[in-house]
């Protein structure tokens, strides 16, 4: 198992990952989308 990071997003609070390969299985995380900032944008949309 690895945990991945992808470039440009903030870091992770605590342990969290934005992904885990296991095998041959690609596990995803949940992201909330953030502008420069750091504010949550979209906040209340669900498309």
Same mark, same amino acid.
């Not at 605590?14 to 041959?24: I, L, Q």
């Given at each position: 198992m690895r945990t /991945?990071?992808? =470039? +440009? /997003? *903030?870091?992770p609070i605590s342990h969290f990952s934005d992904a *885990?390969? =296991? +095998?041959?299985?690609l596990y995803v995380s949940g /992201? *909330? =989308?953030t502008d420069e900032r750091g504010e949550v944008v979209g906040q209340g949309d669900v498309v």
């Amino acid at each position: 198992m690895r945990t /991945l990071r992808v =470039a +440009g /997003l *903030v870091e992770p609070i605590s342990h969290f990952s934005d992904a *885990v390969v =296991a +095998g041959k299985t690609l596990y995803v995380s949940g /992201l *909330v =989308a953030t502008d420069e900032r750091g504010e949550v944008v979209g906040q209340g949309d669900v498309v």
